[in-house]
Structure formats: structure tokens, C-alpha cells
């Protein structure tokens, strides 16, 4: 007997040596004695059953063990059992994750939740937003990470110092940003003060700014600087393109060798583009899914289109034609000079509205969605879209109330599936809830409630021109702590490709 229980414990004592994490997990009562006694901490407010939460904890916990030789404390909390603590960080959705600096300086980590770039993240924090350099220090930042932006200033010229440290407050997430006073060490790097170098691993090495400072000019030049000649869309870079404010083309081919085969033959016309266009191979056998969103065929690659991120207009290049330096200059050129039509995705216009949910797509959405004398409550969903499909039936019943009511010419309850149609709206999540009151089509109000019929109701009559209320039929249905916890989420194609396994999209 005395074995069994010894040996029983060996393997306890096994496992927890198998599980041992760099994650600490904290209570109410231990929680602000460690924020204070840790210069930089990142914690993760998370609830067992949230299964974002879930996706994150191998990567969170891969980054604990890199950024512990660091000295960067990564911390989790499981709000079902410390709701105080977390209602004090006013923790809404989980999982939320957030730096400590001490109690009084918190912000929310605004990175990716994959282990590389919340490592990247974190040390980047942990550095002050520009760090003073040396001829010794230097090389070392340098390898800091892929692209670091340094600042050789003479030691008396305050105004540039200032407006380098603006730049580097506002980008600091991004980059890591230095400076040196030591003319000797600007010599040797080839500058003359005042003057930016941005460091990167990639293409020519570095990228030199002699400008007058100026905060918009060295954001601009920053930003242009550290986005590879040809880089690579995949989801830890997507959202920099989607947010860099100029077009993205897309170079989709399977094979690697393709995709540098054609990267070769393009790279002259991504160097006269530079700073107008961003130019990025994608894989095509990870992500064609993402090719149907560009209006391109999914089954036909190499494949090249144009991406205008900010009017989010698609210009696919025809799949038929081959893709040479000569036809995608060509074509590149049309677009620059507006020349080339956007394409439009949509669904044929239903005969028949079958259901009191008006169905619509891209080319009946300005008729119907526009129409100045009506209050339009558009949902837009996907169909793969799981928060979607447990709104469908509540969103149809909505529909119902009005058609049978007074408001029946005034209100229209419709959907439209974005993932199908083109529509001008930037659709971050699904399902997207938006009302486009009557006369003040240009006044889009986006709900945030929680996807209740009576919330929906209400929002309708404090946002619609025509204050129309209607009466639930049904009691109010009880929503689980569990559901009221996570604010009505959203889910976007790379979270439900997460969890479901079945996508592959970005
Ligand atoms: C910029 O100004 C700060 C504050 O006065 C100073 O500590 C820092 O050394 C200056 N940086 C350079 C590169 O001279």
C-alpha cells in the first residue's frame, strides 16, 4: 500500500514538473503587491470557458518563458473567480489582456495573441520610447529587432530631440527607437546630424532620412522605410497592411520558388511604387481562401490583384493572362492613373423578399440601405459566422414585430452576407449591426448592446428618426452570466477559421 501511495506521488510530483509554467496566475489578494513590485507586467483577464482564451494559453505561456530571462512578468487572472479584481480593470470581454506599469500606468496590449508577437511586443515596451545610444550600445540595438529607427541629433539641437520623441511616443508599439548625441558614431554610420537611420533585416539593409524633423514627415518615412519592398501577407502582417492607408497588391502563388520567381520579375515596378503601393507575396496553398475576398477565382493561382484598403475596392488582374513584368506594369500603371474599374462582388437581387428580414446584396444595397425615408437595421453576418447563426432567429422575430406594426413602411430589418457581396462598409467582425437612420444616411450608428430583441429594439428607437418602439412578445429570455460576460462578441474570419479548423483565411 505504502508503495503504491509513494509511487502515486512521484507521479504527481512528475506531472506538475510536465506542466510547470512561467504564467503565475493571481488572486485579489496578491494581485496589486505584485504589479507593484514588477516594473513591467502583461496580464491576461481570461474565463475558463472562453475558447479565444483557450487559443491564446500555449502561446501566452511560450512567451512567458522567452521574456523571462527578460525580467518581463507575463500574469493571468480567471475572472469566474475574481469578478472584483477584474471589474477594477474594467475587464469586458475576455480574454483581455493588458501592461502594467506599476498600478497607475495601464494599457491595453494592442498586439497579436501568437507567442512571437506578444515577445516582440512586450520587450518593446520595456524599453523607454527612445533609448539614449552609444558607440557600444548601438550594434545591439540594431539586432533589437527586425527594423529599429535611430536618431543621430547634435546634443544641443532640443527641437529635433523633441520632435523625434513625439514620433517615437506615438509609434512606439512598433518600433524600437533610439538616439545618439556622439557626431563620432553619426560619421561612422555615414550621416550627417540631423538625421533618421531606420535599421532592417531585410532588403537594403537601411533607409536613410535627411529631411527637415518634422512628426508627419518621419512617421511617413518610418512607416514606408520598414515595410519590405515585396513582403508576405499572412496574419501576423495583414492588419499592418489593411491599416497602412495605401493599396495593397497581392503576388498569390503556391509554391516558394513561384513566389520568388515572381517577386524577382515584379521588384522593379514595387521600387517605383514605393510609398504608393505596398506590394506582398501570399501563399496560396494556406490562404486562397483569402482570394474569393479580392473577387479572384480560388482555384487558379498564380494570381495577382489590387487591394484600395481604404475605400476597400477590389481590382483583380484577370486570371487568365499570364503574369509577367510587362502585363503587371502595365495593368499596375492603369490603376495608378484610374484607369481600372473595381470590381464588384454580389449575390443576384432576390425576386422575392420571402422572410420579414429584407435580404440584401451589393447591387440593391443603395437602394434599399440608402433609401432616405426609411430607418435600415442591417445586420451584416458570414455564413461560417457561429454568434451569427445563434442571432439568426432572434434578428427574424425583430423583423416580425415591425412588419406586423405601425412602423411597417418606415423600419426595414435586413441582413446581408459580407462575405458574398462588396458592401462600403469596413466589416471588422461578424455579425455587424448597423442603423442607417432616415435623412441621415451619412450618421451610421453601430450597436454595441448585447443581442437581445428588446436591445435592439430600444437602440432602434433612440437612433431611427421615426423613435419606433415595438412591444416583445415573448418574456424577456434570461441571459447566462456566461453570455452577459462576453459583451456580444464578434468573430472574424481568422478566429473562426481558429476554431473551427475549417478555414483558412486571414
Ligand atoms: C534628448 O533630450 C533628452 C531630455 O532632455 C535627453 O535626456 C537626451 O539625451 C536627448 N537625446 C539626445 C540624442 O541628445
Redesign the pocket.
Known sequence: MHTVYNFALGLLAAAAVATASDVEQLKKDNFEEYVKANDIVLAEFFAPWCGHCKALAPEYEEAATSLKEKDIKLVKVDCTEESDLCQQFGVEGYPTLKVFRGLDNVSPYKGQRKAAAITSYMIKQSLPS?S?LTSETLEDFKKADKVVVV?Y?D?TD?AS?ETF?KVADKLRDTFPFG???DAALAEVEGVKVPAIVVYKEFDEGKTVFTDKFDVEAIEKFTKIAATPLIGEVGPETYADYMAAGIPLAYIFAETAEERKELSDAIKPIAEAQRGVINFATIDAKAFGGHAPNLNLKADKFPAFAIQETVKNQKFPYDQDKEITHDSIKAFVDDFVSGAVEPSIKSEPIPETQEGPVTVIVAKNYNDIVLDEAKDVLVEFYAPWCGHCKALAPKYEELAGLYAKSEFKDQVVIAKVDATANDVPDEIQGFPTIKLYPAGAKDKAVTYSGSRTIEDLIKFIAENGKYKASVVEETAEEEVSAAEAATEAPTETAEEAAKETDEHDEL
Do not use: E, F, Q, R
Open positions: 527612445v539614449l536618431a541629433i546634443a532640443k530631440n520623441g538616439a545618439s548625441n
